[in-house]
T-cell receptor, first 113, second 114 residues
Framework: DADVTQTPRNRITKTGKRIMLECSQT?????MYWYRQDPGLGLRLIYY???????NKGEISDGYSVSRQAQAKFSLSLESAIPNQTALYFC????????????FGPGTRLTVL | AQSVTQPDIHITVSEGASLELRCNYS??????LFWYVQSPGQGLQLLLK??????LVQGIKGFEAEFKRSQSSFNLRKPSVHWSDAAGYFC????????????FGAGTRLTVKP
């Protein structure tokens, strides 16, 4: 079984709809992250969480919100989706401390029409 | 904040040829450096990382990278490319301590010719 899972893997929605992307991990890591990937821009950090009570904005948090329901679960929400949020979304996890290595889920491809 | 530049958007090499992918970073201290590979339809897999010590780092799948502080570079190399190496390659820089913020380059897409 995969260590970091994301659901759904693909989603098509319409402008203005609320969307939630979910991430679960079995690695026992405290830290979790949401990134979006756009062609030519690499990965950009949306939000990150160091534990259940700690949520932080990343580089591009506008239009997104997150919820850390448990150590193993970190959800990303688009309150009112817009077409320029069409992208590939990745969840990642890492241990705390000085080891910054991040482990990635398979990604969710989101299309906003 | 730290940043990463990958100057080459797309590189094509012949199978069996050598490969070097460039990565330049900007950071005020010694960074953590990473190379990830993304195969089509897949997430990112760590190839190798540099934290400290020996500046030549060996990774999986026959890849290596060299940290050069004077050039702010962390180029990825492979002596002989295989068709299965065709993928997207991302360099990333992380800040030591602090908020664990990692910044990724825009990526280099590698095509391998038979």
């Amino acid at each position: 079984d995969a260590d970091v899972t994301q659901t759904p893997r693909n989603r098509i929605t319409k402008t203005g709809k609320r969307i939630m992307l979910e991430c679960s991990q079995t690695k026992g890591h405290d830290r979790m992250y949401w990134y979006r990937q756009d062609p030519g821009l690499g990965l950009r950090l949306i939000y990150y969480s160091f534990d259940v009570k700690d949520i932080n904005k990343g580089e591009i948090s506008d239009g997104y919100s997150v919820s850390r329901q448990a150590q193993a679960k970190f959800s990303l929400s688009l309150e009112s989706a817009i077409p320029n949020q069409t992208a590939l979304y990745f969840c990642a996890t890492s241990r705390g401390g000085q080891n910054n290595e991040q482990f990635f889920g398979p990604g969710t491809r989101l299309t906003v029409l | 904040a730290q940043s990463v530049t990958q100057p080459d958007i797309h590189i094509t090499v012949s199978e069996g040829a050598s490969l070097e992918l460039r990565c330049n970073y900007s950071y005020g201290a010694t960074p953590y450096l990473f190379w990830y590979v993304q195969s089509p339809g897949q997430g990112l897999q760590l190839l190798l990382k540099y934290f400290s010590g020996d500046t030549l780092v060996q990774g999986i799948k026959g890849f290596e990278a060299e940290f050069k502080r004077s050039q702010s570079s962390f180029n990825l190399r492979k002596p002989s490319v295989h068709w299965s190496d065709a993928a997207g390659y991302f360099c990333a820089v992380g800040a030591k301590g602090g908020n664990n913020d990692m910044r990724f380059g825009a990526g280099t897409r590698l095509t391998v010719k038979p």
